[in-house]
């Protein structure tokens, strides 16, 4: 049954409801898979043991003609930021190694309740710091394109277990990019829901302003599904909006099915079309500009003159609500515990559990957030980026006066090489400088894949932005966009390597 | 520091100038914790859990868990601002206050930083003799409490030599409110009182807004007082210290008195004080240093992320600004003329601290004088010698029970005094103690009747006597009965009962 694994969520869903395959099926198909390429591309940090038991109580309810959602009986992949309440949730660290909380996050129970089936939990950067999977605590994903070379982080292994067929769906978090960079240099679809608009109970945090949980996905529609699921108002976090949502699967189908992109504007943003990327990046971007065009919209240029503060700004905003975040990982209450040789004080024991359980890029900007937050340096640091933050939501708002949706690149670049900037955290933090905007505003984005670059054939990705709350319109856009590079361009997974 | 190397507590006020500051700390008794749905120990219904059994994945700062604000502790905040004459912020945030500590789950607190959710109030308290201080209040904000640390294999239950410790996460979460003072000059040698009357007109109002159940021996009312001295006239603040860990009211006049004592004497030996926590110790009456506090204390304030500002309607505020219970002096006018006290009477309640609990037990049925008997007689003096609070001992529904079993004859005063022995010893209500301990009164006059001619029958010489007119005589058989009752018998009914058998009744 290979062939299950190709098929879209959307798909899968439909041979399920009509009982052309059974839940049991569609799961194994995906197990035998990760048992066949995890091996190389190690996107998986733990395989869940109850899959194929979730299914077949899938599979049983559908028998008794229980109502089930369309993605009842559809395996995921889970970032394994999120906690689940059956599988380690270690978000990447040695601090959390073993760790099984006694609880799902929200997105993941509503993914159970929905139907959906967990396949496991996917790798990442540690505490998801990293746009590359390679500070993991538990070694590098590949990127399933090419071996050699990075997934993209900090939700690489969410993004290369889709690419690589393990999966057909997946959960994501992006705090500056981490769902969309991942998703552009591996072919894949993923979205960056508004702030407040996917629970962040449960999901491991990073930093809280920022973070937000987000589908991984093939397929612009498949994502809207996914979001469907997780999205909508929770009262256990109080930054949740209490909105009603409009069906973005609805939305998918809509752009799917739209002749015409009349009287759409797209605005290009000046300053994230920059001369710095890959060529073939930059080509591709024009090219799907042009097949925009020729569908009717009309294109604005717009500026957004704060964007170029919007790394900067991001740099001392992240470590310092990370630097609060991460001390509760001191080796009292849960997580590792080292004690140093012939015992020590609750100090010696904090210092020594952290000193071996977190990694370098961790420490790093632990660091730099407790130097951001202290007495003396809070205004000239933390005050200031919170002010380049709101001048970057001022850009927005004037940017989206003249654009329905804003788009750029969703990478400067196409997948590095392992280990090529691993030693260079400014050249790794630029890399996130497409996506790390729509963070710092609260605004929604997606990426979806816009073809090869001719010089390495690797992917390319396409980065749509809305309004707050207006994600809808990113799935419409963009499902019409897919169907545009489709005709042009092929599925661009048809591409990838086998693997296997 | 000595006793013996204090300054005369008034040379140091004839000396020095003194300023004082208080923090105090009110537990509110919602149902559930501040930002979590676990229950609150700080409400009796759940106080006294075994350790660690009220707690959630937010009381443990579990990764992943959120904090979600309890809206009636919003309710309670707001009503406790009010109630100090302060104003209430349209809009207030949370922070978070960074430091590493264990009993501090997540390793921050959730506190209130540059934006209280009340400020700027006042409010009069009385002093024994009857004069009326005015206390600034600078602002009431709200935070989180933390879990309790027990320190095990130490000689003093302190951290200092303990071999480990234990952490109970139970409070980690109780909501609190932090009601800060601005600095009190001019109270000279009335420090100590006015310290007193402070904490305990605090928590007055929190009592009478019914917003925290104010048992200090249960930490629901915790004082810190900021102590400095500089010399007479000086016109300048002396460094301070605060003294942690004042948790009674006798605790807040004691500890500020020391403190006084102790900076005088260093100051008068040219040496200089250090800025500083002290902690309290009730049994040598005395501070000691804990850790150095200056102003460079860096906690990495920032605004709590996982919260949303907190904004309540004016709609809500002048709902709890109407619902407010009268202001504390206007109370006290009230209840001394409705319970028809004299000046002093009243005084004796107020300066014990017993106003809420006398007024309690006369609103559970007691008369007036009664419930003022009890509280500042027998209760007080139980209190007074095992050095705890009256409140600590019995509540005021269990009094207002005694007094009524001897309005209804059912005790004695002194079988009443034997009950109350039984209740503060923990042998139940009133009514179980009198069954338990067999106290009650015997009222079937066929056995009292059986004891009189028993009485008679060893005096005959009695019976004559009365029917002669020597009443009086009647004493010696009612003592006699009384004393074969082994005190259960109410006296008046046996007098009767004699002088009915001489046929003189």
Redesign the interface.
Known sequence: MTELTRLPAAELSDLLAEREVSSVEVVRAHLDRIAAVDGAVHAFLHVSDAALAAAAAVDAARGDGAALGPLAGVPVAIKDVLCTHDMPSTAGSRILEGWVPPYDATPVARMRAAGLVPLGKTNMDEFAMGSSTEHSAYGPTRNPWDLDRIPGGSGGGSAAAVAALEAPLALGSDTGGSIRQPGAVTGTVGVKPTYGGVSRYGAIALASSLDQVGPVARTVLDAALLHDVIGGHDPKDSTSLPDAWPSFADAAREGAGADSLRGVRIGVVRELDSAGFQAGVTQRFHEALELLVAAGAEIVEVSAPHFEYAVAAYYVILPAEASSNLAKFDSVRFGLRVTPPGGGTVEQVMAATRELGFGPEVKRRVILGTYALSAGYYDAYYGSAQQVRTLIQRDFAAAFAQADVLVSPAAPTTAFRIGEKVDDPLAMYLNDVTTIPANLAGVPGMALPMGLAPEDGLPTGFQLMAPAREDARLYRIGATLERLLGERHGAILDRAPALA | MARADLMDFDEACQRFDIALGFEVHVELSTRTKMFSDAPNPASSEFHGAEPNTLVT?VC??????????NEQAIEHAISLGLALGCSIAPSSRFA?K?Y?Y?DL????QISQYDEPIAFDGSIEIELEDGRTVAIGIERAHMEEDAGKLTHVGGATGRIQGAEY?L?DYNRAGVPLVEIVTRVILGTGADAPAVGRAYVSTIRDIALALGVSEGRMERGNLRCDANVSLSPKGSGVLGTRTETKNVNSMRSVERAIRYEIQRQAAILDAGGAIVQETRHWHEDTGTTSPGRPKSD?D?Y???PE????PVQPSAVLVERLRAALPEPPAARRRRLRETWGFTDLEFRDVVNAGLLVEVERTVAAGAAPAQARKWWTGEISRIANASDREPAELIDPAAVAELVGLVESGALTDRLAREALDGVVAGEGSPAEVVERRGLAVVSDDGALVAAIDEALAAQPDVLEKIRDGKVQAAGAVIGAVMKAMQGKADAARVRELVLERAGSA
């Open positions: 994945p443990l700062g579990l990764p992943g868990s959120l904090p979600v604000v978070r960074n590493f264990p789950a997540k390793n921050y410790s952490v460079a860096d990495r304030y920032f992320p996982d919260l949303l």
